[in-house]
């Protein structure tokens, strides 16, 4: 069974620049989920779809950064217009739907550099 | 949201038994404990999870005892590849309670194994 993939693994852009991520789920995971640890920070909790909608996006830094999931496959984060401070590793989790909840499948993350 | 509170670090022995040992004293009646394992440049990886007593998988025990406030993880005769950061996490129902979202990290516990 393949993994939670993600896209770029590392990607270096300049501020006021935008970017965008890639994540592609564990096929047939509905919950899809965005996190992020900028540096020295805990890991952070972004968003969570469940299939094409937003269940979740409390963590959603500001409204420069759009998730998006298509027909409830894979997932973009994108981040326009890119700011120092976002630099850090964002990672993407998925998770089949099931009560009591089952643990989240992450991916390698993307670092994101922004100079 | 339940805080969790782990040592920051921990040392061991290849060959020897591990504990290591969380409290969640604010732990609500729907909410569930889930340990996750990382290493360096790599996602959280799930270990394993409970609700009560005691959940034994391949990789891991987890211990809770019945008022829930604190649970162990237990990794029996550890190895050097064992050495990562472990993340203790209190999983709670979403606002409308209909399913269970995000994960809240804290430090975690850096485990260091040596020979």
């Known amino acids: 069974e393949a993994g939670v993939t993600q896209f770029p693994s590392h990607s270096v852009i300049e501020k006021g620049q935008t970017v965008t991520l890639r994540c592609d789920p564990i096929?047939?995971?509905?919950?899809l989920y965005w996190y992020r640890r900028v540096m020295g920070k805990e890991i952070k909790f972004l968003l969570h779809f469940v299939k094409e909608s937003k269940q979740d996006e409390s963590g959603m830094p500001n409204n420069r950064f759009l998730a998006e999931r298509t027909g409830g496959t894979y997932s973009t984060l994108k981040v326009q217009p890119a700011e120092l401070e976002d630099s850090g590793v964002y990672f993407c989790?998925?998770?089949?739907?099931?009560?009591?909840?089952?643990?989240?499948?992450f991916g390698p993350g993307t670092r994101l550099t922004v100079t | 949201l339940a805080k969790t509170t782990q040592p920051i670090s921990m040392d061991s022995y290849e060959g020897q038994e591990v504990n290591i040992t969380c409290s969640h004293n604010?732990?609500?009646?729907?909410?569930?404990i889930t340990w996750y394992q990382q290493f360096p440049s790599q996602g959280p990886r799930f270990i394993i999870q409970?609700?009560?007593t005691k959940v034994t998988n391949e990789v891991a025990s987890l211990f809770i005892p019945a008022d829930r406030k604190s649970s162990t993880l237990s990794l029996p005769r550890v190895s050097l590849s064992d050495t990562a950061v472990y993340y203790c996490?209190?999983?709670?129902?979403?606002?409308?309670?209909?399913?269970?979202?995000?994960?809240?990290f804290g430090q975690g516990t850096i485990l260091t194994v040596h020979p």
């Open positions: 989790a998925s998770s089949q739907t099931l009560d009591p909840p089952v643990g989240q499948y």
């Open positions: 096929s047939g995971h509905d919950n």
């Open positions: 409970g609700y009560k």
């Open positions: 996490l209190v999983v709670a129902p979403d606002a409308g309670g209909t399913s269970y979202g995000k994960l809240t």
């Open positions: 604010n732990i609500a009646t729907n909410d569930y």
